[in-house]
T-cell receptor, first 113, second 110 residues
């Protein structure tokens, strides 16, 4: 069983569309994150949730809306996709709220045409 | 969180020890040094972390200088599968965020 799984792994879509990326973890961790890795390979934190509550929002455009239906899931919904949204999005989890290692998923590569 | 400086790239021969340096001269007393790596097309993977003392686990060793202004990650017997980008990150105790820099691209050569 994959500890942190993301779907889909690859997503190609047109500008202006709305899409979602899902993340599920079976580690029982309290905190989940979304990171974005752009074409220059720079990994940047986007959001953090703890027990379904938003903790960190790193000035991400409000076209991006994370949703945590339960502790094991953190989904990322993106409205009105733009070319600059093309990136690899990584979900990560952490036991507790801080100071521990993060476990990352394998990433979801989004390509906006 | 304190900033870190790493060389952009390094090479190492297979079977030799790979020593990856990291400078964190502005580190404060409650900040830990973390190392992660990202193998091509995969998610980042935790390697090791430490505060003051040297640390060792099954993957690597972490040597932190006495003044804590720099550290070295050691992969004792590098294999081709260790080719990856290695990130040195300084993180406050209690901090929610893990902030990645540019890292060091380590290439293990046969």
């Amino acid at each position: 069983d994959t500890a942190v799984s993301q779907t889909p792994k690859y997503l190609v879509t047109q500008m202006g569309n709305d899409k979602s990326i899902k993340c599920e973890q079976n580690l029982g961790h309290d905190t989940m994150y979304w990171y974005k890795q752009d074409s220059k390979k720079f990994l940047k934190i986007m959001f953090s949730y703890n027990n379904k509550e938003l903790i960190i929002n790193e000035t991400v455009p409000n076209r991006f809306s994370p949703k945590s239906p339960d502790k094991a899931h953190l989904n990322l919904h993106i409205n009105s996709l733009e070319l600059g949204d093309s990136a690899v999005y990584f979900c990560a989890t952490q036991a507790g709220t801080s100071g521990r290692e993060l476990f990352f998923g394998e990433g979801s590569r989004l390509t906006v045409l | 969180d304190a900033k870190t400086t790493q060389p952009p790239s390094m090479d190492c021969a297979e079977g030799r020890a790979a020593n990856l340096p990291c400078n964190h001269s502005t580190i404060s007393g409650n900040e830990y040094v973390y190392w992660y790596r990202q193998i091509h097309s995969q998610g980042p993977q935790y390697i090791i972390h430490g505060l003051k003392n040297n640390e060792t686990n099954e993957m690597a060793s972490l040597i932190i200088t006495e003044d804590r202004k720099s550290s070295t990650l050691i992969l004792p017997h590098a294999t081709l599968r260790d080719t990856a980008v290695y990130y040195c990150i300084v993180r406050k105790e209690g901090a929610q965020k893990l902030v990645f820099g540019q890292g060091t691209r380590l290439t293990i050569n046969p």
